[in-house]
T-cell receptor, first 106, second 115 residues
Framework: GENVEQHPSTLSVQEGDSAVIKCTYS??????FPWYKQELGKRPQLIID?????GEKKDQRIAVTLNKTAKHFSLHITETQPEDSAVYFC?????FGSGTQLTVLP | DTAVSQTPKYLVTQMGNDKSIKCEQN?????MYWYKQDSKKFLKIMFS???????INETVPNRFSPKSPDKAHLNLHINSLELGDSAVYFC??????????????FGQGTRLTVV
């Protein structure tokens, strides 16, 4: 089955700095890579996704890149704000990475 | 008008008891899932149903039995509860168009505490 690895497990940045979270997957047939944000006590919610026929996608301060050859994808958040503090999960369709606790320090 | 709703939100029960968690989605999706989120926040898929048929059954103890009476509902029954079953259980649904997968919509979660 699919295996998704995510790094780092925790990430602290100063407000206004950028944050990068990286994931790798094992199944070369995977074609859909969503990213979810989970605030404390809440449900995971999609923030951005990318399909295997695209190398990069951007939505305001959030961008995702995909390298199919390396089976590697990353989330980039620019100009971080305190409300970005949450746990972020990458996924290869329905298999989730282990999560990254992002803390944005004011 | 909640898209994916699960009940109850909290469940505290003693070891050895049997309990059920119910899930309903009004999105018209064909695929539903159960995930377990442990204290370390790992989100691990337990089961996946497509049009009422079981398509994924990860290495979950057979004390856990999902039931899908129709494609809008996926319930989870747990027998002989153990301390290690304490976790947050999320129901989710998504639509799969042939080979085109889409995002999962999650319920609000059920925090199960076994004492």
């Amino acid at each position: 089955g699919e295996n998704v690895e995510q790094h780092p497990s925790t990430l602290s940045v100063q407000e206004g700095d950028s944050a990068v979270i990286k994931c790798t997957y094992s199944d070369s047939a995977s074609n859909y890579f969503p990213w979810y944000k989970q605030e404390l006590g809440k449900r995971p919610q999609l923030i951005i996704d990318i399909r295997s026929n695209v190398g990069e996608k951007k939505d305001q301060r959030i961008a995702v890149t995909l390298n199919k050859t390396a089976k590697h994808f990353s989330l980039h958040i620019t100009e971080t704000q305190p409300e970005d503090s949450a746990v972020y999960f990458c996924a290869a369709w329905r298999t989730f990475g282990s999560g990254t606790q992002l803390t944005v320090l004011p | 008008d909640t898209a994916v709703s699960q009940t109850p939100k909290y469940l505290v029960t003693q070891m050895g008891n049997d309990k059920s968690i119910k899930c309903e989605q009004n999105l018209g999706h064909d695929t539903m899932y159960w995930y377990k989120q442990d204290s370390k926040k790992f989100l691990k898929i337990m089961f996946s149903y497509n049009n009422k048929e079981l398509i994924i059954n990860e290495t979950v103890p057979n004390r856990f039995s999902p039931k899908s009476p129709d494609k809008a509902h996926l319930n989870l029954h747990i027998n002989s509860l153990e301390l290690g079953d304490s976790a947050v259980y999320f129901c989710a649904s998504s639509q799969v168009w042939g080979a085109r997968n889409t995002e999962a919509f999650f319920g609000q979660g059920t925090r199960l505490t076994v004492v």
